[in-house]
């Protein structure tokens, strides 16, 4: 019987450069709450879930219900961004999505966006048919560098650990896939030091072979 396996991909910064949706979809929605936020303060806080951004912006006491409100505001800003402007696959990453699904392996989303801007996003790109399963903020309760969100992505799949591959583009997200015990591939874009399993400035620096040498026993 053949083993089957799966790459499960970090979107924000490794599939895709949303960076400056976000950003222009923070700095509108806080500047309407009446807390106006700074670049840096964006950067600081990019990549975690928006309850743990807000009560770093807006104090650890901040009301669920406001958390809830103008996170809801800010996704929905960020999604009209996609749908209305378009969004492109980064460097490499259409090409390896097409190529792992013609080779058979499955894939799936793992991210701490909202399932509704990981719909948009794929629909976006046209590429949600290459995606089996989504794991996103609403399916785990801790952020990365929990690997919750890898072992749900591989619970969706039907498929252990070390049948997967992590692609990621955070220190984070890499901590998370050691700690879910999947091999990882880190992409440093900003050319930052990550610890994973095979690191590449961008997916289409990857070799051919890489995927299936990482799991190689």
């Known amino acids: ?28 929605t806080m500047a309407r709450e009446g807390h106006p936020i700074t670049h840096d303060q964006f950067l ?14 807006l104090g650890a006491e901040v009301a669920p219900e406001l958390i809830e409100r103008v996170g809801d505001a800010k996704e929905t800003l960020y999604r009209q961004q996609v749908r209305q402007q378009g969004i492109e696959f980064l460097p490499g990453a259409s090409e390896w999505v097409r ?12 991210s701490a966006a909202p399932r509704k801007n990981v719909t948009a996003i794929l629909e976006a790109l046209v590429a949600a048919d290459y995606f089996e399963a ?9 952020g990365k560098p929990d ?30 896939a050691r700690a879910a015990g999947m091999k990882s591939i880190g992409v440093t874009s900003n050319g930052k030091s ?24």
């Open 99 to 110: 190529r792992l699904h013609q080779q058979g392996w499955r894939q799936a989303i793992a």
């Open 44 to 57: 600081a806080t990019f990549g975690q879930r928006n309850d743990s951004i807000l009560r770093t912006w």
């Open 147 to 176: 690997p919750e969100v890898f072992l749900v992505a591989a619970g969706k799949l039907n498929l252990p650990p070390s049948q997967c591959i992590v692609v990621e583009d955070a220190l984070h997200g890499i901590e998370a």
């Open 194 to 217: 990550l610890p994973a399993d095979l690191v590449v400035h961008s997916l289409a620096d990857l070799p051919p072979n890489a995927f299936a040498n990482l799991l190689q026993p």
């Open 134 to 142: 989504i794991a996103a903020a609403e399916d785990v309760h801790h």
């Open 1 to 28: 019987m053949t083993t089957v396996f799966a790459v499960l991909w970090d979107m924000d910064g490794t599939l895709v450069d949303s960076a400056d949706y976000h950003w222009q979809a923070w700095r509108d």
